[in-house]
C-alpha cells in the first residue's frame, strides 16, 4: 500500500522517503496489476503537456466529428471563429478574397456593365436623332409635365417592339422544356427550333474554345431578334420583332430567376417530362406579353400656327436682308472683272453701301452698271480715283487715237501683245517705232515687224524673190545664180525639156517681163517623174501593165507579152546609173505555156507542203505534166488539191507509192486507232515526241510499251514514264474504310464531344483521296452523310437533332477542306437503329453520323 500511494501522489513520495522500500515482489505486482494503465496515463499526460502532438491528434479526428455534430449546433459554434477569421484575413490580404470572386462576379459586371452601356448610346442615338424635330419638341413638353427624362419619354416612343416567341431551354440537353407565343405569332416545329438553338450554341463554344458559362446573347434576322440569358439550369430565348430596350434583359432575366427560385430541382432533373414544370408557362406568359406599339396621335395644329406667326415675320426679315447682301456682292464682283477697275475697299454700314478704288477714263461708269442689279443708286457712296491701266484693250484704245493707222494697217490683240499688220508708208512706220520704245516697261508689247514697206522699189524686190522662190519648187529646174541690179533682174541655171516653161511662171507675179534676163541650159532630169514620163513615151506598155513611182523607184506591175518584157528589159539596163532603179519583176508573162508552167509550179509547192506527202520527181514535157513520190494513206489526196490551181487534171499524170510516215501527227492516229486509250489517258505531242499521260489497266500499260518499242526502231519516241496504272481495289477499299467511319454525339447534342475530332479529320482526307482518285478513273463520287439518334424524347425532335448533327459534320468536314458538292445530308431519326435501343450500348450507337458512298 505504501508503494501505490508512492506512485499515485508524488508529494506521499517525499512523507515517505525515509520509509523502507517495499519488497522487490510488490514492484513486479505493481506492474502485473496496473502496469498497463500507468503507462497509458503517461502517455495521454505526455501529450496534453505538448500542444503540436495535441493539434496533431485532434486535427485527426476533427473532420469526422464534425461530419457527425448536428448542423444547427455545429454552426453556432463555428460562427463566430469563422466570422473573426474571415475578416482578420480579409484585413490581413484582400487579395485573395478578390482572386477568389473574380471569376464569378467579372463575366456578370462585365455583362451588366455593356448593357448599361448599350442603354445609354441607344438613349443617347434616340434624343440626338430628335432633338430637334417636331416630335422632339413635344417629347420634352410631355417630360416637362409628367416630370420623366427626355431620354426615357423618347425611348417610349421610338422604340416601338413586340415579344412574340419565348423557349425554356434546358441547358444540359438542350431539350425544349416550354414554349409560350404571343397571339397572331406564327412559326415551325418549337423543338426543331430548340434543337438547332442548341445546335448553334454548342458549334459556337467548340469553334472558338469559349469557356462554359459563356454563351450566345444575341442573334439578330431582319426585324427579328432573338436575345438568349443563360441559369444555372436552363435558357430562356425571346423572340423579339421591332427595337427593344436595353431594359428588357432585366425583365427577361427577372422571370428566369424566378423560374429557377421555384422549381429549381425540377429543371435540374429534367429529363424530358414537363409535368413537374406546369407553372413554367405562366411565368412565360408574362415576357410575350411585353410589347410597345408606335402611337399615332393628332398633328399639333395649334402650335404649329403658333410657331408660325413668330417665324414667318423673322423668316421675312432675314431674307430681304440676305437678299440685298447679295445684290451688292453680285454688283461688286461684276465691277470686280470689269477692266480698268479696281475695288479697293467695299462695306456695308447702317444699310448704306460704301465702295472706292481705281478707274480708267476708257473704262465702264461704275454707276451705269448699278442698272439691272435691283440696288438703290441712292445708297451707294463711291469715290474712284483715275489712273491709266496696262490692259491690251486700252493701250490699244490710246495708239489708235494718237498714231492714226492708215487704212491698210490693222492693230490687233495677239495673246496680250498689240500686233500692227499691213502695208504703210516709212514715214507711219516710223513714227510707230517711236511709239513702240514710248509704252511703259510694264505695258504690252508693241509689235510693227509685219508692217511692209510699200514704197515701189520694196514691192518689186518682194515680188522678183516670190518669183524665185517658185521657180526653185520647180522639178527639173535648178537656178544657179539670181540677182537685182539698177532695177533689172537676172536669173541662170539649167531646165529639163519636161519641165514648165520660166516665161509662163512670170504670169500673176506682177513681175514685169521686160526687166526679166534669164539664161537656161538644157538637160535630162532624173527625178522620177520625168523619166517616168520619158519611159512611158518610149516603152509605149499595154493597157494591162501600169508604170508607178514607189519610193523613187519605177515599178511595173500586171500582165505583157514576152515580147514587151524584153524591151522593157533593156530599157531598165540603159537607163543612167544615177536615176531611179525600173523594177519589171512584176509584170508576168501571158503566153499561155507560161501560165500553165505557173499554175503547176504553184501545185508541186503546195503538194510538198502536205505532210505525208514526199514529191520524189516532177517534170513538164509536151504540154503535160508528171510527177511521182511517195504518200501516206491518211495525208490528204493528192488529186483533190488539183481543184482551184487551174490546172487540167487530164494533163496531170502521177504515180504514187504508199508508205507509214512517222510524222507524229500520223504516228498519234495509228496508236489511237490500234490501241484504243482509255479516258482516263491523253496522248499529246511535246517537241515532235509522243507523250502518253494519265491511268490507265495494267494490261493497257504492257500493250503500250509493245508499241513504244516498236516505234523506238523506226526513230519515233514514245513516252509512257507518266503513264500509271490505275488500281481499282485500292479504291474499293478505301471504300470500305470511309462507310466503315460514325461519328458520335452525347445525349441531345448535335455537335460532336471533342474525342471525334481524329475521328473527322481522317474521315476528311479519306473523302479527299478517294474523290481524287474517283476522278482520274473517270468516275464522279458523292458521299451520303445520315444523322441518326436515339428513341429518347418525341420522334419529330429526334428526327430533327438528327438532321442537325448531319449538318454539322457536314459543315466540319467543309472546314476541312472537303468539297461541298461532294457532301450530301439526310436525318434518319430512330428508323435506321445500329444496334437494338434494348442493347447495353444502344443509346449511345445509335446517336451518330454514317457516310455511304456513291458513284456516277
Known sequence: MLEIARNVDPDYRARFDGVPTADPRMETLRQLLVGGEISELSRVTHLLDEPEQLAAAVGGVLPSAAARAPHAQLGEALAPAVERAVQRSIQKSP?????????????????SIGEKIDQTFQSLNETLRHIFTWHGLKWRFEAWRTGASFSEVVLKHSLVYRVEHVFLINRNSGLLIAHVTADNATSEDP???????????????????????????????GELRLWSEVGPFATLVAVIRGNPPEELHEIVRDVLLRIHDECSQALEQFDGDSSQLIGVETQLQTCVELKQEDSNQGFPWLVVAAVLLVLIPAGGWFFLSWQSGQRWQAYVSRLATQPGIIVAEQKVSDGQFYIAGLRDPLAADPLSLLSGTQVDPARVHSRWQFYQSLEPEFVLKRLTASLAPPDSVRLSIV?????????????????????????????????????RDVSPEARAAERWQAYVSRLETQPGIIVAEQKVRDGQFYIVGLRDPLAADPQALLSGTEVDPARVHSQWQFYQSLDPEFVLKRLMASLTPPKSVRLSIVEDRIVAEGEAPDTWIDRARAAARQLSAGGPEFDISKVRDVSPEARAAEHWQHYVSRLEAQPGIIVAQQTTRGGHFYISGLRDPLAADPQALLSGTQVDPARVHSQWQFYQSLDPKFVVKRLTASLTP????????????????????????????????????????????QLHELSLAELNHLREAIQATDIFFYSGKAVPGPEQIPVLDRLADQIKEFAQKARKSGVTARFMLTGHSDATGRETANVSISAARAETVRALLNKRGVAPELLLVRGAGTFEPAVPENSQTGSSTNRRVSVTVNLD
Do not use: H
Open 678 to 721: 482509255p479516258k482516263s489517258v491523253l496522248l499529246s505531242i511535246v517537241q515532235d515526241r509522243i507523250v502518253v499521260v494519265g491511268e490507265a489497266p495494267a494490261a493497257w500499260i504492257n500493250r503500250a510499251r509493245a508499241a513504244a518499242q516498236q516505234l523506238s526502231a523506226d526513230g519515233v519516241a514514245l513516252d509512257v514514264s
Open 415 to 451: 495673246e496680250d501683245r498689240i500686233v500692227a499688220e499691213g502695208e504703210a508708208p516709212d514715214t507711219w512706220i516710223d513714227r510707230a517705232r517711236a511709239a513702240a520704245r514710248q509704252l511703259s516697261a510694264g505695258g504690252p508689247e508693241f509689235d510693227i515687224s509685219k508692217v
Open 95 to 111: 487579395r485573395t478574397l478578390t482572386d477568389i470572386l473574380y471569376p464569378v462576379f467579372l463575366p456578370a459586371i462585365r455583362k
Open 191 to 221: 423543338q426543331l427550333i430548340s434543337s438547332m438553338l442548341s445546335a448553334i450554341q454548342d458549334f459556337v463554344k467548340d469553334s472558338f474554345n469559349e469557356k462554359e458559362q459563356s454563351g450566345l446573347d444575341t442573334i439578330r434576322f
